[in-house]
């Protein structure tokens, strides 16, 4: 991303997508809408004519800084501007969290790390602010024999399906593989640092199967052919801020608290999730 930015290429899904047209954009000069009809010139018109309510703009970082987006992003954008906070962002993988946590390196993590009692003992969390099922995706099925609906057919079709010593993807640093175990003791687990690591090793068939969110699993199947998502969930994961034992740290704890708990009732953090989260 920071390379296109410098040279101002926008991207098919972030600055340009079936909700944001190129007049929205700032990209209306590339349109010619002076040649014959074509699908969509109608609707460029009347922007180019009567103007946008929304419009995409640029930002300018004040230092050596990378801008993230994201549930988790904009809920601490808020709550720190609300209490004017300042603000510096990191991105962690999973195993280097808790280190950074532990060394003061960060504040506090905004992750689904699963409440455990071993963690207990050694950070605390918030009250959830996210509560996200963890699905199951799977290769579909070769192509349909003819006569044969065109749908694709998942290569394993329940939860039940995946019995037997299957081999599965999960997060490295995550609880996914005790859920996974959980449910099929005889699993073999195979960890990967990221989502997209995950994807890449059911698609080229080193696992049988992967588990992660629902929603990522959900934009991943929408986009990529060959993969689909069981209906039924393994489990449900909870979201926290994950602070340190400190006085600092309970300090933060129950001001997060006390502020998510505003937001909830408002039907703001309802209207957040819908934004990122649903399909």
């Known amino acids: 991303d920071t390379l296109r930015f410098e040279a101002g290429l926008p991207l098919y ?15 209306g000069i590339f349109c010619k809408l002076d040649k ?7 609707a460029l018109v009347a ?25 988790d992003v904009e809920l601490i954008y808020r709550m720190c501007a609300e209490n004017h906070w300042g603000l510096e962002l990191s991105h962690a993988e999973y195993p280097g969290m808790l280190m950074g946590l532990s060394t003061g390196k960060y504040d506090l993590i905004a992750a689904d790390l699963y409440v455990t009692e071993n963690r207990q003992e050694n950070i605390s969390y918030s009250i959830p602010y996210k509560y ?7 290769r579909d099925s070769s192509v349909p ?3 044969e609906t065109d749908e694709p057919v998942p ?11 299957k081999k599965f993807a999960v997060l490295s640093g995550a609880v996914s593989d005790s859920f996974v175990l959980e449910r099929y ?14 994807a890449l090793a059911l698609t080229s068939k080193k696992v049988d199967a992967a588990a992660y969110d629902a929603p990522v699993w959900e934009y991943f199947v929408a986009c990529t052919e060959g993969v689909a998502m069981l209906p039924e969930y393994i489990a449900t994961d909870h979201y926290h801020l994950i602070l340190p034992k400190s006085e600092r740290g309970e300090q933060l704890q129950k001001e997060f608290n006390e502020w998510l708990a505003v ?11 819908d934004f990122w989260c649903s399909s």
Do not use: W
Request: glycine share 12%; with cysteine; hydrophobic share 35%.
């Open 155 to 165: 290569e394993y079709g329940s939860l039940d399906a995946l019995e037997g010593g």
């Open 132 to 138: 996200e099922d963890i699905a199951m995706a799977v």
């Open 263 to 273: 937001q909830k009732q408002s039907g703001e953090m309802e209207r957040l999730h």
């Open 36 to 42: 014959e009809n074509f699908i969509g010139r109608d």
């Open 47 to 71: 922007q180019k004519r009567d103007g946008t309510k929304t419009r995409l703009v640029g930002i300018e970082v004040l230092d050596r800084a990378i801008p993230r987006a994201g549930y």
């Open 185 to 198: 003791p005889d699993a073999k687990i195979e960890y990967f640092p990221n989502a997209v690591d995950c």
């Open 145 to 147: 024999a003819s006569g």
């Open 13 to 27: 899904g972030d600055e340009l997508s079936e909700t944001i047209s190129p007049v929205m954009a700032g990209l």
